[in-house]
T-cell receptor, first 110, second 110 residues
């Protein structure tokens, strides 16, 4: 079973470049989330979605945009990458209780 | 102040020891609580839910104290394989938006 799949798993960007992280889940979950994890900071919520066509801001939304056009997919976009966005990004989905995470996407912005 | 606070540790204990972690939360409206385990450079995975009546799963016991607004995780007979970061998670009623603590690092040594 695939569960939650994130692509790409690794990416190096130059400052100012744009990119999109894709999260796909096959569990028919309504809730989906994007977190970033930095050393000593734990997991911080960037954006989330409570259903197809909906998105909302989390704790650290600045510099990111998201879209949920299909229930199974949640896209995270960086329009103009900055070194401060160097991080590990985790996508998760949930039906209410347990969160299921993807394996993470390691992004470096030079 | 973060909504969910944890002592980052590390807790360095010998095999067979009993170790306890606490996590405090500031939002009295928080209704659901969980402990997740995260291995180095891996995604978090659910360890156990936390109920007001307490919850035990083998060597692991989780408890919730609503009056003092903290949850705890007790690990008995520690194993080398218990070495990981333990994340405390709380969420409020209504929309299920989990908030993570920064994690507590546990190192179990021979």
């Amino acid at each position: 079973n695939a569960g939650v799949t994130q692509t790409p798993k690794f990416r190096v960007l130059k400052t100012g470049q744009s990119m999109t992280l894709l999260c796909a889940q096959d569990m028919n979950h309504e809730y989906m989330y994007w977190y970033r994890q930095d050393p000593g900071m734990g997991l911080r919520l960037i954006h989330y979605s409570v259903g197809e066509g909906t998105t909302a801001k989390g704790e650290v939304p600045d510099g990111y945009n998201v879209s949920r056009l299909k229930k199974q997919n949640f896209l995270l976009g960086l329009e103009s990458a900055a070194p401060s966005q160097t991080s590990v990004y985790f996508c998760a989905s949930s039906s209410v209780r347990e969160l299921f995470f993807g394996e993470g996407s390691r992004l470096t912005v030079l | 102040r973060k909504e969910v606070e944890q002592d980052p540790g590390p807790f360095n204990v010998p095999e067979g020891a009993t170790v306890a972690f606490n996590c405090t939360y500031s939002n009295s409206a928080s209704q659901s609580f969980f402990w997740y385990r995260q291995d180095c450079r891996k995604e978090p995975k659910l360890l156990m839910s936390v109920y007001s009546s307490g919850n035990e799963d083998g060597r692991f016991t989780a408890q919730l104290n609503r009056a003092s607004q903290y949850i705890s995780l007790l690990i008995r007979d520690s194993k080398l394989s218990d070495s990981a970061t333990y994340l405390c998670v709380g969420s409020s009623g209504g929309s299920y938006i989990p908030t993570f603590g920064r994690g507590t690092s546990l190192i179990v040594h021979p």
